[in-house]
């Protein structure tokens, strides 16, 4: 009887040996599964708007109202929201050769209205300055030229790293339309948990820049 409770004992020794001794191997941080719809557009095409483009029928175009709580310039800047994944392309629009209001700091720190008119080579390094403010940030920022089948021209930015906006772009004609897109979500910036949103965002926003198309403007 001795004999074997020291043999038991042995072997459960081993075994606690064996066992904090073999290799960890830890759980990975997981993130929550997203349930993604299908890839499916609608026309966005109204005769008051100098553009027109095709857009997912999970989003909505939403114009809008405010800018910095200020009135955008004019009646064309937009907002395509995707309630569903908590996220929103802005989209400025300038008339090349319009006037706008801009707001330039002061010496006491205060800003201050100033009237300009939109040159297009401005507006570029605008657009620009704009990305490049992420890389305090940012790991990376690239940027590729776009020309549609459409012949609309413009540069697609895409800024790695937990910057608020990973994507941005602008298209012109370079003579009267300008427009400035930016994909945000309504979150912390978390590159690897919205990874997977943003891939499929990115097809989207591909979609709706391949069938842009620019128009009159309207006379009010």
């Known amino acids: ?9 042995i072997i459960n020794l081993v075994i606690l040996f064996v066992a904090c001794n073999s290799n960890y191997s830890y759980k990975k941080k997981g993130y929550f599964k997203i349930s993604l719809p299908e890839h499916v557009y609608q026309k966005f095409e109204k005769n008051e708007y100098p553009y027109s483009f095709e857009y997912p029928v999970y989003a909505t175009v939403i114009k809008d ?29 300038k008339i090349i050769g319009g006037k706008a209001t801009y707001k330039v700091k002061q010496a006491n720190g205060l800003y201050k209205d100033s009237i300009a008119i ?89 979609h709706m820049i391949n069938t842009f198309t620019w128009k009159p403007i309207v006379a009010k």
Request: glycine share 4%; aromatic share 16%; proline share 4%.
């Open 65 to 93: 109202s405010t800018y910095f709580d200020s009135k955008p310039e004019n009646d064309y800047w937009i907002n395509i929201d995707f309630p569903s994944l908590h996220a929103r392309i802005f989209l400025s629009y």
């Open 118 to 206: 939109n040159k297009f080579d401005l507006m570029v390094n605008d657009a620009f300055n704009l990305t490049n403010k992420n890389d305090v940030i940012a790991t990376s920022i690239s940027d590729s030229l776009i020309y549609t089948p459409n012949k609309v021209s413009g540069i697609f930015f895409k800024v790695g790293g937990n910057a608020a906006t990973a994507k941005q772009f602008f298209l012109s004609d370079t003579t009267r339309h300008f427009i400035r897109g930016a994909l945000y979500f309504d979150t912390t910036p978390n590159a690897d948990s919205l990874r997977p949103v943003q891939d499929f965002l990115q097809k989207d926003i591909e």
């Open 1 to 9: 009887m001795v004999i074997k409770k020291s043999f038991f004992f």
